[in-house]
């Protein structure tokens, strides 16, 4: 048998060199290695071989299979590189060309443009901060001390004792106003962080914070500014409702529910039932939060919110399992 695949390697090799064109490879490629070729009936014999030899030849007969495929392959690049040179293959010039495919923004990054874009229209500032956050600007700084409930709440993923990973972009309020007087107006979108997942929770999301502060501003300035906003994001006629809330840095604080636009307010699987989704989280800035950064709480008085992104490009897309935007799904993400 040995004696025999030494023969077979030879001859295709000879034959192989000596073809020209196409069908010829065709040929080769049929009587040596296709299903029923003098390859395959080879390894086909190897049952009436002794057991003890038949480890050996086996991988022989592996080995010549293997070293012809690979010659049938360089021979192939070869005949159609000289066929192309000769001029023997015409490339058809008529062939409309062959597009590139185009990438597009992630369907939440859209959204967040479109948000930003509607608060810059309102006079907002856009400011960006750390993802890598420190305990004091996530928590302390925001009216949560260490042992505070409200910390437990957030799902933290902690670096060190005293680093994280930002759960909410409310930090940047406090960074926001170290560094400037007011009267400040400003949103800062951006990724955070929590250790949470299931069909309305990721463990990294986007949000976008929004915050206002000045003389005399009301409850009402904060209601005026968000139904501007969801009238604008979705339409004049989407329901909204506040719903009283608590968070350490806000007084009084609210959860903003709009009607679910997948159910139309009926009650789905993504709206748990209730006909209504929470997109966001806001209040009047605690004089807690203030005196922090040491502005005058008694001549100042703000509001600030925290919109939740997936949840909104949820609604405005009808998508109906937040775990679809990070799943890479092409035929997913090029729909948007
Ligand atoms: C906050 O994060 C507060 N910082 C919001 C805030 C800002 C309140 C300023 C007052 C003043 P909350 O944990 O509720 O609040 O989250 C805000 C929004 O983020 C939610 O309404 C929701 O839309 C979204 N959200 C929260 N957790 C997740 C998650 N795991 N996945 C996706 N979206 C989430």
Redesign the pocket.
């Known amino acids: 048998m040995e004696a025999e695949l030494q023969h077979l390697q030879t001859e295709a090799r000879a034959d192989l060199a000596a073809l020209t064109d196409a069908p010829g490879l065709e040929a080769f490629r049929v009587k040596y290695l296709g299903r029923k070729g003098l390859c395959t009936t080879v390894m086909r014999s190897l049952g009436a071989v002794p057991d003890a030899e038949r480890p050996r030849l086996g991988k022989l007969a592996n080995d010549v299979r293997q070293d012809l495929e690979a010659a049938f392959a360089a021979r192939e690049a070869e005949l159609a590189t000289s066929q192309a040179v000769s001029g023997a293959v015409r490339p058809d010039l008529t062939l409309p060309g062959r597009l590139s495919p185009f990438g597009k923004l992630h369907p939440v990054t859209q959204v967040m443009d479109e948000v930003c874009g509607i608060f810059a229209g309102l006079g907002f500032a856009v400011a960006e901060g750390p993802d890598v956050e420190l305990d004091y600007y996530n928590f302390e700084a925001l009216n949560i001390p260490p042992h505070h409930p409200a910390r437990d709440?957030?799902d933290t993923f902690y670096i060190s004792d005293s680093v994280l990973l930002r759960?909410?972009?409310?930090p940047m309020?406090v960074r926001a106003m170290q560094k400037a007087a007011p009267p400040l107006r400003m949103i800062a979108p951006g990724k955070?962080y929590?250790c949470?997942s299931d069909i309305?929770?990721?463990?990294m999301?986007h949000?976008v914070?929004g915050?206002l502060v000045d003389r005399k501003v009301s409850f009402g300035d904060l209601k005026g500014v968000l139904s501007v906003f969801i009238a604008k994001m979705f339409d004049a006629k989407t329901p909204i409702r506040f719903r009283p809330s608590f968070?350490p840095?806000?007084e009084p604080?609210a959860?903003v529910d709009i009607g679910c636009v997948i159910c139309k307010g009926v009650g789905c699987r993504v709206c748990k039932k209730t006909g209504w989704l929470?997109?966001?989280?806001?209040?009047l800035i605690d004089p807690a939060v203030f005196k922090m950064v040491g502005y005058d709480p008694d001549a100042y008085t703000g509001f600030?919110?925290?919109?939740?992104m997936?949840?909104i490009a949820m609604l405005k897309y009808g998508i109906t399992d937040?775990r679809l935007f990070y799943e890479n799904d092409l035929r997913f993400l090029a729909q948007f």
Request: charged content about 20%.
């Open positions: 709440m957030h759960t909410h972009t409310s309020q955070v929590r949470d309305t929770h990721t463990p999301f949000q914070e915050f968070f840095f806000t604080s959860e929470e997109i966001l989280g806001a209040g600030a919110f925290g919109l939740g997936e949840r937040i």
